[in-house]
């Protein structure tokens, strides 16, 4: 199975490289033409508001809005959370706009801006996940369709709607599979 990670910034090679790990094929995505070549798509970690400008510069947001809109399954962790989300807190930055989430930019403040904590995620099971955010974003608000994985508090951090899956955190940096290998399961939907 051939799975895309989105290539114009930001962790792609950690993404492919636990792909690999998980027995499937990444394939970096650089132009729309390739979405038809992949089971699923991962958009990494990077600044969203550069990496929605390229999307549209490369003529790839509206064919991905779509193709996630009919069931096409995406994978965003950090930035690629951000560009899922419907809303974003005081931002008009291009994005997906996909998942029925409100999401809060730079939410940990400067302080923890980055961190790394024990995280349940239900739904993958224990042992917990060791988790790292990176100037993380995390999900204020989520509709009745989504189905919240993970929190922090009133945070939360990892969700599901349906073909969708976002987390706030980085599981490409911790050499645990797990939620790569759950994503690979809504890939062979
Ligand atoms: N703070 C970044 C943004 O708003 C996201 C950080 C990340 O992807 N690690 O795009």
Redesign the pocket.
Same mark, same amino acid.
């Given at each position: 199975m051939k799975i895309g990670v989105l290539a114009l910034q930001?962790a792609v090679r950690e993404h492919s490289n636990a792909i690999r790990a998980c027995g499937a094929e990444p394939v970096e995505v650089r132009y729309p033409e390739q979405f038809a070549e992949v089971a699923g798509l991962i958009i990494p970690?990077?600044?969203?508001?550069t990496v929605g400008k390229l999307l549209i510069r490369y003529q790839m947001l509206e064919p991905l809005a779509k193709l996630g809109g009919a069931g096409f399954p995406i994978f965003g962790t950090?930035?690629g959370l951000?560009l899922l989300a419907r809303e974003i807190i005081g931002s008009d930055q291009p994005r997906l706009g996909l998942m029925d989430i409100t999401v809060n +930019?730079?939410a940990f403040g400067r302080q923890i801006a980055s961190f790394e904590a024990d995280l349940p995620v239900t739904e993958i099971g224990p042992p917990d996940f060791h988790t790292i955010f990176? +100037?993380?974003?995390f999900i204020t608000a989520a509709g009745p369709g989504v189905q919240v994985l993970a929190r922090l508090d009133e945070k939360i951090l990892m969700a599901r709607q349906g073909n969708l899956l976002a987390a706030a955190f980085?599981p490409e940096l911790t050499g645990d599979l797990r939620i790569h290998q759950y994503f690979l399961k809504l890939c062979r939907k």
């Open positions: 930001g970690g990077g600044e969203s508001t950090c930035t951000i +930019r730079n990176i +100037r993380a974003p980085h």
